[in-house]
């Protein structure tokens, strides 16, 4: 069993600059925000980032969230700042090379397979549902067979305050990643007790 500490807390879907004044208090691992994505609802635009970015405590790290990335958005994000890369669906070998970020790639449970194992630059795997960023879990015995080739292994996928220990006691991942998990009951944007609770729960686990 791992290490409470070893386990850490990406918040994904990050809008606000209210939701950057939570992070900055309770200091989660990582953050992501879903660039170029016009079908989410937690998409925001270049600018928006560049603010939050911005405000956001330099302790904590930046994910850059995009599905099937193409090289001009690839090199908006990198001229950003961003910490990272998070890949959904698809990347050519010609973006994949022009990639100086570390990439998470994500696998969506039932969909595709894991691929691109050994490049240098991928630094772990997202597993989630089928359809991420909807709250939907996924059978979790399903990841346990999952490889992940010394990559981090990223648990996303319906997690939330209720189910967490749960499920770090059954996968013992490497990071949590929550979105949906954290929102308001509008769905409409995080909220900050849900968020504090979120991290309470993963950093009190034995």
Same mark, same amino acid.
């Given at each position: 069993?791992? &290490?409470? $500490?070893?386990? *850490?807390?990406?918040?994904?879907?990050? @809008?606000?600059?209210?939701?950057?004044? +939570?992070? %900055?208090?309770?200091?989660? /691992?990582?953050?992501?925000? !879903?660039?170029?994505?016009?079908?989410?609802?937690? &998409?925001?635009?270049?600018? $928006?980032?560049?603010? #939050?970015?911005?405000?956001?405590?330099?302790?904590?790290?930046?994910?850059a969230v995009v599905v099937a990335p193409n090289l001009e958005q690839v090199t908006a994000i990198q001229e950003l700042g961003f910490h990272m890369i998070q890949i959904h669906k698809e990347v050519t070998q010609e973006v994949l090379e022009h990639i100086s970020l570390p990439i998470w790639k994500a696998y969506h449970m039932n969909q595709e397979d894991i691929d691109l194992l @050994?490049?240098? =630059?991928?630094?772990?795997?997202?597993?989630? =549902?089928? %359809?991420?960023?909807?709250?939907?879990?996924?059978?979790?015995?399903?990841? #346990? /067979?999952?490889?992940?080739?010394?990559? #981090?292994?990223?648990?996303?996928?319906? #997690?939330?305050?209720? &189910?967490?220990? /749960?499920?770090?006691?059954?996968?013992?991942?490497? +990071? !949590? /990643? +929550?979105?949906?998990? +954290?929102?308001?009951?509008?769905? %409409?944007? *995080?909220?900050?007790? *849900?968020? *504090? @609770?979120?991290?309470?729960?993963?950093?009190?686990?034995?």
């Amino acid at each position: 069993m791992r &290490n409470k $500490k070893q386990i *850490k807390v990406k918040i994904c879907g990050i @809008t606000e600059l209210s939701e950057i004044k +939570v992070i %900055n208090e309770v200091l989660p /691992d990582y953050i992501g925000m !879903v660039l170029f994505c016009e079908s989410s609802k937690r &998409n925001i635009s270049l600018e $928006k980032a560049k603010e #939050l970015l911005k405000a956001l405590d330099p302790r904590v790290l930046a994910v850059a969230v995009v599905v099937a990335p193409n090289l001009e958005q690839v090199t908006a994000i990198q001229e950003l700042g961003f910490h990272m890369i998070q890949i959904h669906k698809e990347v050519t070998q010609e973006v994949l090379e022009h990639i100086s970020l570390p990439i998470w790639k994500a696998y969506h449970m039932n969909q595709e397979d894991i691929d691109l194992l @050994t490049h240098p =630059s991928i630094m772990g795997y997202v597993i989630d =549902s089928v %359809n991420p960023g909807s709250g939907q879990i996924f059978d979790w015995e399903e990841a #346990l /067979d999952i490889k992940t080739y010394g990559k #981090l292994f990223i648990l996303a996928g319906g #997690l939330h305050e209720g &189910n967490i220990h /749960d499920a770090i006691f059954l996968l013992h991942p490497d +990071v !949590v /990643d +929550v979105s949906s998990g +954290v929102e308001r009951k509008d769905g %409409n944007g *995080k909220d900050g007790e *849900k968020i *504090k @609770t979120f991290i309470e729960k993963v950093r009190s686990y034995e």
